[in-house]
């Protein structure tokens, strides 16, 4: 078998990497992986991932770090790389008040080798993942890629601003098409232990408090991890246009996205669910807003439906339902319950 263009997709192991590489991977694509498997949370979920992708002959897999210059630079020479897809990064809102220096390492400095390397070795599309952190506490909503950025109330927001800065000088500069994929709540099966849907979930199941922030009046706009990949896919040949807008003296090939469901959903709304999926109640604990969190996301995507023709569309009940069914059968949980 022949397989079509070789895309170096960084942060494989990750939630949505791995759900990205393995469709790419179905879509006849050779795929490249590199993920360095830190502790952030638990590596043997992210290794059960990478032994799924491994299963593809047309898979590779190299175990390093962006930040490691030297070493992804040796990649790209080695390989004739036609698209990348950064989705590497130290993610988490709360995480960043304990480790700041990580999310300089990875989503800064790890993001500059990884567009000097694209621009040194003529990449056709450079797709990052940024974050809908970026829109801080804006009040106007829903969030449009045309609003104000410039307040973000975390570290981990501010580093995906500095991505997308970066990038348009990157594109600006050297022509370097690059497109960047606001994030919005990506949640489902295989998902990362330290979000919320995920603890709750567990919490629940093992009789456990859940901490409910801000008194539960939250709203997040929840984002299935397929339509997440859907957008990129459709994203991935769509190189960006040059800007022309009359208010922008640049005319870089160069784009922003959001991808999100277009539909908040309330914090106790989301909880009914889960307790619905799993059939049990929660036993809650309401406590104020934390440091860096927002009270509501929203994202418009009418770019994103006229450039791609896509919007996502999974409810909150359909997705949640998939991920409990996956939670269920990962950690044997339906086999304990006939041995109970």
Not at 39 to 60: G, I, W
Not at 134 to 159: Q, R
Not at 163 to 182: F, K
Not at 257 to 274: A, D, H, R, T, W
Request: a negative charge; one cysteine or more; hydrophobic letters at 35%.
């Amino acid at each position: 078998m022949t397989f079509s263009k070789t895309i170096l997709i960084t942060g494989c192991a990750g939630f949505i990497g791995f759900h990205l590489s393995n469709r790419l991977l179905l879509d006849n694509y050779n795929i490249i992986g590199i993920d360095n498997i830190n502790s952030y949370y638990d590596v043997d979920l992210k290794h059960a991932r990478l032994n799924l992708l491994k299963k593809h002959k047309n898979f590779s897999f190299v175990l390093s770090s962006i930040e490691d210059k030297e070493e992804l630079e040796k990649i790209f020479s080695q390989n004739d790389i036609d698209i990348v897809i950064n989705l590497a990064a130290q993610a988490g809102v709360r995480y960043s008040l304990e480790n700041p220096y990580a999310y300089i390492q990875s989503n800064v400095i790890g993001f500059m080798n990884i567009l000097e390397c694209s621009h040194l070795h003529q990449i056709e599309h450079l797709i990052y993942a940024s974050s809908s952190s970026v829109y801080g506490a804006n009040k106007k909503i829903p969030f449009s890629t045309s609003d104000n950025v410039d307040y973000p109330v975390s570290l981990y927001a501010a580093t995906k601003k500095v991505n997308e800065l970066m990038a348009h000088t990157y594109s600006h500069l050297y022509d370097l098409p690059t497109t960047g994929l606001r994030f919005f709540t990506v949640y489902g099966p295989w998902g990362r232990p330290d979000m919320s849907y995920f603890k709750f979930t567990k919490a629940i199941m093992n009789g456990e408090k859940i901490q409910v922030f801000n008194s539960g009046n939250m709203k997040r706009d929840f984002t299935y991890i397929d339509d997440i990949v859907e957008g990129i896919v459709r994203i991935l040949e769509k190189k960006p246009e040059r800007i022309q807008l009359p208010s922008i003296s640049s005319n870089a090939p160069y784009k922003i996205y959001n991808i999100g469901n277009n539909k908040p959903v309330e914090l106790m709304q989301f909880i009914s669910v889960i307790e619905e999926k799993i059939g049990g109640k929660a036993l809650k604990e309401f406590l104020p807003m934390q440091p860096g969190d927002v009270p509501i996301t929203y994202a418009d995507v009418q770019d994103l439906e006229e450039d791609i023709g896509f919007k996502p569309k999974t409810t909150i009940n359909e997705g949640i339902g998939k991920f409990v069914d996956w939670y269920k059968e990962f950690y044997d949980l339906d086999r304990d319950e006939e041995k109970n």
